[in-house]
């Protein structure tokens, strides 16, 4: 494999074109099937959690691994924005990386510095131990900075009342590609918990957007409702998060089942179950 096959670029370039990405969320899947499914069933981007779940490195790694030989771009969200969360998850050579609980511009300085090569960041080079150095297949070292630096996305999170107090300041740090909000989190932190309907709430979300307008910035939110995600569409959202793999499993097994019964109960069967 080509080295440059590490890191396609696709990702990047679809957030230039401002395309409409729907990315799959892996929360709980341990084997390759969940990125499988969202391959083949036509998902743009593949989203591995590590914010809230128990997934190893080694889950990660693994997942990466088979989404760069199907070509699917991948991402990370990882669970801090410490040096060794950041450069541990970015040696394996994702596409992009998603930052959580953003709450200031410094705090966007930092992570930009930390996930960048010399000389724009500070990050440290594994130049032939991990899938970033793919082994010695780079034609030169900086070839290889070049590439990670130009084709990395960084992800962040408007999820805190900090962040939305200083959109401006936060999205328009350089090197930031996509922005999504986390509803839970920024719900709770403007003091509306799960009141995803409200004026205020609503009024909050269309600044993110037009903030991010302003500063070309990839506007993004998560949900699972197909007419709420429609909603944000027409207004401008262009990276959701939507599937979960253990939704969608507890979901499947719940329909599969009752519409079992339906059939068992139409039939004149009793069932146990």
């Known amino acids: 494999m080509s080295a440059l096959r590490v890191l396609s670029g696709k990702l990047k370039q679809m957030v230039v074109a401002r395309e409409l990405i729907v990315f799959g969320c892996i929360h709980d899947s341990r084997s390759g099937a969940a990125v499988e499914a969202y391959h083949e069933t036509g998902y743009g981007a593949l989203l591995i ?15 990466l691994r088979l989404a760069r030989a199907l070509d699917f771009p991948c991402t990370v969200r990882v669970a801090e924005d410490c040096y060794h969360e950041l450069s541990r998850t970015l040696d394996q050579a994702p ?7 953003i709450r200031s511009r410094e705090q966007v300085e930092r992570l930009i510095r930390a996930v960048k090569y010399p000389p724009i960041g500070i990050r440290g080079l594994a130049g ?18 070049e590439a990670f630096n130009r084709d990395l996305v960084v992800g962040i999170q408007i999820e805190t009342a900090e962040a939305l107090a ?5 999205l328009s740090v350089p090197g930031v590609g996509i922005a999504v909000i986390g509803n839970d989190d920024l719900s709770l932190g403007m003091g509306l918990p799960g009141r995803l309907d409200s004026p205020e709430y609503i009024a909050a979300v269309e600044r993110v957007i037009a903030a991010c307008e302003r500063h070309g910035v990839l506007p993004g939110i998560a949900g699972g409702d197909p007419a709420v995600i429609s909603h944000w569409v027409e207004r401008g959202m262009r990276a959701i998060w939507y599937a979960s793999d253990i939704c969608a499993m507890w979901a499947g097994v719940q329909r599969q089942l009752a519409d079992l019964r339906d059939v068992l109960e139409g039939a004149g069967w009793e069932s146990g179950a």
Do not use: N
């Open 95 to 101: 596409d992009g990386i998603f930052v959580p609980r």
């Open 166 to 170: 200083d959109l401006d300041g936060v």
């Open 49 to 63: 959690d590590r914010e809230h779940t128990a997934l190893s490195d080694e889950t990660v790694a693994e997942q």
């Open 128 to 145: 032939s131990t991990c899938p970033a150095g793919k082994y010695m297949g780079w034609g030169s070292v900086p070839e290889q900075i």
